[in-house]
């Protein structure tokens, strides 16, 4: 079964989204950019009263969008968010020359690390084998420009698919997210990731947005084996 990451802003949505069935709960704000942070004494304090009402909900939060190779800001903001009582800590991973040493610094860090792979100009599986290798919890494939299209127009599902597998001989956990919506349900459902990360699909406006918890209900049951709509004009 895919499990569904909701990406949150705030202790209500966080609450809406729990309630209705999100598996993972992953605090960011979202006008902040792809993976912007939120003040970590906020995330504590989230963290802190979801806790109190959902025990059982694992949540991840994101560091900020970090310029690539700045690993001296990668640990800062890491430990900073590490120390909120997060179970992940979500730090994105840009393609290029940075990308292994960021792999490896990252794995480095006391926190349980979660890097993220923006594959807006595609995703190089070599990067994928490396980070599985050094033996991650979970690794994500998203993207960053978020109006330029979703992953699936970034990345074909050969190599998506081949992500998953090489995530899945390594004991690694997979996600998949970034900008998507219902009509990519079936792929999803295909592919059979982990987890799969919304925020845009659960937002009736824009992904910045508030939720609705009845679209997260939705794309929770979608996931789990529901019959698929048959019109997907609308998102979820």
């Known amino acids: 079964m895919i499990r569904l990451l909701i990406s949150v ?84 991973v840009p393609p290029g020359p940075h990308a292994f040493e960021t792999l490896r610094r990252m794995r480095a860090l006391r926190s349980n690390m979660v890097p993220v792979l923006l594959a807006d100009d595609g995703l190089d599986l070599s990067v994928v084998e490396y980070a599985c290798a050094l033996g991650f919890t979970a690794i994500m494939a998203d993207t960053a420009r978020k109006k330029s299209g979703n992953l699936f127009h970034c990345v074909s599902l050969a190599v998506l698919d081949r992500m998953v597998q090489i995530a899945r001989a390594h004991e690694v956990m997979a996600g998949l997210a970034g900008a998507l919506r219902l009509p990519d349900l079936p792929r999803l459902r295909a592919l059979r990731p982990d987890f799969a990360g919304f925020r845009t699909a659960v937002c009736p406006a824009a992904r910045t947005g508030r939720l609705d918890p009845a679209n997260v209900r939705e794309l929770r049951a979608l996931l789990c084996g529901a019959s698929l709509p048959v019109a997907q004009g609308t998102a979820a």
């Open 9 to 92: 802003r705030d202790l209500d949505e966080a609450r809406e989204a729990a309630a209705a069935g999100a598996a993972l709960i992953d605090l960011k704000e979202p006008r902040a950019g792809a993976l912007g942070a939120l003040p970590a004494a906020r995330v504590e304090s989230i963290v802190r009263e979801l806790r109190a009402v959902h025990p059982g909900v694992p949540v991840s939060a994101t560091i900020g969008d970090l310029p690539p190779g700045n690993h001296a800001a990668i640990e800062h903001h890491a430990g900073l968010i590490g120390r909120c009582g997060v179970d992940y800590v979500k730090a994105g």
